[in-house]
């Protein structure tokens, strides 16, 4: 099969530069996704997309870099042409076709230097209509430690497997607190707060900022359409956001429940929908914000937040699913009901919280206000129903044994009653035989005096 890439000859590329780069002027491509591209993404030709970049070093004072400016300067002009004139013989794409299009504008924007900078000062931020911008963000994203903190954190505070079996974000999500308290439980709470505000995953945090929902941000590296369906090239998807608190006691089980605290479904997201919150964006609320409000005595609480991609339109969902309910919230039933697979999360983050005297106030409102009951307070059972209720299965063997020990040795000492008893009567019974006896024995021998 006939590759449909072009071969590129280097050999003319490498030559003594006889130019100045005192300042150049260079212009940014996108490529495009299909052939309705949206009105925000630049074309080839928008003058908006032009960029002055200035060489560290002046011409002609190191030969090696002046070369390596105009090797990479010449490959770059022929791999635009080579780009332009591939388009121009594929008007209307197929998708296989389109990706080969992409890669090879991402291969002209790769390794040039102007973009290399103004990823470095920007991380691609407002330049997401680039290809080579999302490349380099999804890159910096998985090999620089983002992901990884985000992984570790998942792992070592056990969101897998309490909540899903498994899980690969492939989207960066990232959470704001819109205004974080000066005042923190600890030193390390307010290190985990950068100064925009952004929150550390995992790190621990005080609830009283969140009685609104704070800002939640997903970039998207990929067009929704190529995680759906490699076969469709629609640049926007449908998204839906949960915030689950998988420590919410359960008095019942005597144990802990998920509670879900927000639920928005069919939002809409592009790959340049990287500053959108999502809690504004447009979507359905099924279930309304209810502010975190850790319990006293309930020990830390794990806020996670988890964002779906949709594999299907919220028409298709079948009716027999009711309602969604806060309490005892399963995830995993979630996605099943819906035809969803645990590897449709794409995006997660989550903090942790607890109670404390400075939100004492706070958090009995919260419970007052959202769930009409006052906050319960939670502490360590009395020896007695720590040993005595409930009991653990050992627990319960022995006490059978003893109840069982105690109903037998309860029988014997009535069978031994019995017998002494019996005893008795006959003991009574030999004392009158033996008196008459004597007296019929007298009676013989004439010696009797009635």
């Known amino acids: 099969m006939k590759s449909v890439y072009p071969r590129l000859s280097l050999s003319t590329h490498i030559r003594t530069p006889n130019i100045s780069h005192r300042s150049t002027t260079i212009r940014l491509y996108a490529s495009s996704t299909t052939t309705s591209t949206p009105a925000t993404e630049l074309s080839t030709s928008d003058p908006s997309a032009e960029l002055t970049w200035t060489p560290v070093l002046p011409p002609g004072q190191n030969l090696a870099y002046d070369t390596a400016l105009s090797f990479l300067s010449s490959r770059r002009s022929n791999l635009l042409k080579i780009l332009e004139a591939f388009r121009s013989a594929h008007p209307n794409p197929s998708p296989d076709v389109q990706a080969k299009i992409d890669h090879l504008s991402l291969q002209a924007d790769i390794n040039h230097p102007p973009l290399r900078r103004l990823f470095r000062q920007t991380l691609g931020q407002g330049h997401m209509h680039l290809p080579v911008m999302r490349h380099l963000a999804e890159r910096h994203w998985t090999r620089e430690g983002g992901r990884d903190l985000l992984m570790q954190r998942i792992e070592t505070l056990q969101i897998v497997p309490d909540l899903l079996p498994e899980v690969l974000p492939t989207s960066s999500v990232r959470l704001v607190f819109t205004s974080p308290s000066l005042d923190s439980v600890t030193d390390a709470l307010n290190k985990s707060l950068e100064k925009n505000g952004t929150v550390e995953p995992g790190s621990i945090q005080r609830v009283s ?11 998207i590296f990929h067009h929704p359409s190529s995680l759906l369906n490699p076969s469709s090239r629609l640049p926007e998807g449908r998204y839906t956001l949960l915030v689950i608190d998988p420590d919410s006691p359960n008095h019942s089980s005597q144990s802990y429940s998920p509670r879900l605290h927000y639920l928005k479904r069919d939002i809409p997201l592009t790959v340049l929908s990287g500053g959108v919150d999502l809690f504004q964006a447009e979507g359905i609320e099924e279930v309304k914000w209810e502010p975190p409000a850790p319990a ?95 009991l653990n299965a050992r627990q ?55």
């Open 396 to 450: 319960m063997e022995r006490e059978r044994e003893i109840v069982e020990m105690m109903g037998t040795f309860d029988d014997d000492m009535d069978l031994e009653g019995q017998v002494s008893e019996e005893k008795e009567q006959l003991t009574d019974v030999d004392s009158e035989v033996k008196d008459e006896t004597v007296v019929m024995e007298k009676s013989s021998k004439g010696k009797l005096v009635v």
């Open 209 to 219: 900022s969140l009685e609104t929902p704070p800002k939640l941000h997903m970039q």
């Open 296 to 390: 006293e005595g309930s020990g830390n609480h794990r806020y996670v937040f988890v964002v779906i991609q949709q594999q299907a339109a919220a028409s298709s969902i079948p009716e027999t699913i009711g309602n969604v309910a806060r309490n005892n919230f399963d995830l995993r039933t979630y996605l099943n009901e819906r035809g969803w697979k645990s590897s449709d999360v794409v995006g997660m983050t989550l903090f942790r919280a607890k109670w404390t005297e400075e939100d004492d106030e706070y958090i009995r409102r919260v419970w007052k206000e959202h769930r009409g009951e006052e906050m319960p307070v939670y502490g360590k059972p009395p020896k007695e129903l720590k040993y005595g209720y409930p």
